[in-house]
Every structure is written in C-alpha cells, then in structure tokens.
C-alpha cells in the first residue's frame, strides 16, 4: 500500500512539473509573438509617417518655388511696364516737340540749309548756383552746354562731334555751337542761352551743310 501511494504521489509531481514547464513555454512564446507584433506595426507605420513627413516638405519646397517664381513674375512685368511707360513718354514728348517745332528754309547765311525754332524746349537743368558766366573749358558748364546742344540738335551724345563752342555776340550768357554726327551725315550750328536756376536752354537751330567754324 505504501509502496502505491509513493508510486501515485511521483506520478503527480511529474505531471505538475511538466505543466509547469509546457506553461513557461507557452507564455514565452506569448510574448515573443507580442514583441513581434509591435516591431512590424512600429516597422510599418513608422516607415509611413517618415514618407508622409518627406512628401510634406517636398510639397512646401514646391509651393515656395512657385511663389517665388510667380513673385519674380510680378517683379519682371512691374518692371517692364514701368521702362515701356518711360519709353512711351519720352516718344510722346519727341512728337510733340516735332509737332511744336518751326522751320524755315535758310537762314543767318547761306551755308544755312534751313532754321529750326520750338517753344517747347525747356532749359537741359544744371548744379550750378550763384551768379553765372559762361565757361569754355572742362567743368560743370560745359558739360551742361554739350548737353544743350546735344538736346537742341537731337543728337545723341555719344554719337556728336563738338567743332566749335563759344561766345554768343559778347553776351556772358549765350554761346553757340557747331556739332555733326561722327559720321557727319548731320551737321548742325546751335544757340543756347542761359536761364537763371534752370541751365542752358536751345533757342534756335540751323542745319548746315558744311563744317565752317561757325
């Protein structure tokens, strides 16, 4: 009897321990499982939210080149329409100055192919202050007169021979010039006169037809 009851009590302490071991098994392989689970949600998901943040800051980089390039935009037309602005104006201010202009044919002697007048012209502007004298050497006032005779003849400066600048009849405020194009297809002899606080002014024109030195 004895022997039996041992027998039993054995048998059931195995099978507790077996339990116990199939049990220790079971709940590791549990939570392996679980720790796999969240490795490939984290994998997964994670790996999304870093596409989404990538797709963001390209989409924002793309907005901001868009509005810089439509700021440039606005810029450039700006720009244009305030230069096609000036240009117009000063084609306006050509005509007019043509329409406004009188000519004659001939005039102070016979190299004089004909005489041109405007009352539009308007005093080239100056830096000088205090009282005046003309002045025909490098300085301030003769660069002032080049530029009179350059507006009164139409010519561009860059493109004008200046033959002769002096005195205007002994008068300390007018002079007269003899200018050409630098091709000398265009010559012109030009009065200008001085008007207090406003510069050298045209005041008559006359195209020659030669280079005398008046």
Do not use: C
Not at 9 to 16: A, G, H, T, V
Not at 176 to 205: C, F, L, N
């Amino acid at each position: 009897m004895n022997s039996e009851g041992n027998a039993n009590n054995q048998s059931r302490s195995e099978q507790r321990s077996k339990r116990k071991k199939t049990n220790l098994i079971l709940n590791s392989l549990i939570v392996i499982v679980i720790l796999l689970i969240v490795f490939v949600s984290y994998t997964i998901f994670g790996s999304k939210d870093e596409t989404n943040g990538d797709k963001t800051v390209k989409e924002k980089t793309v907005e901001t080149k868009k509005a810089d390039n439509t700021t440039e935009t606005v810029n450039g037309n700006t720009d244009e329409s305030a230069n096609s602005d000036e240009e117009k104006k000063l084609e306006e201010d050509k005509s007019k100055t043509e329409e406004e202009a009188i000519v004659t044919e001939g005039g102070s002697d016979s190299n004089v192919v004909k005489t041109i007048e405007n009352p539009s012209w308007k005093s080239v502007g100056t830096t000088q202050t205090g009282e005046h004298r003309a002045v025909y050497s490098d300085g301030p006032d003769w660069d002032e007169q080049v530029k009179a005779l350059a507006y009164g003849s139409g010519l561009d400066e860059s493109d004008m021979v200046v033959w002769f600048l002096g005195n205007n009849n002994h008068d300390p405020q007018k002079s007269i010039g003899t200018v050409s194009s630098k091709d000398k297809s265009k010559k012109y002899r030009v009065y200008i006169e001085w008007v207090d606080q406003q510069g050298w002014k045209p005041i008559k024109v006359e195209e020659i037809k030669n280079l005398n030195i008046r």
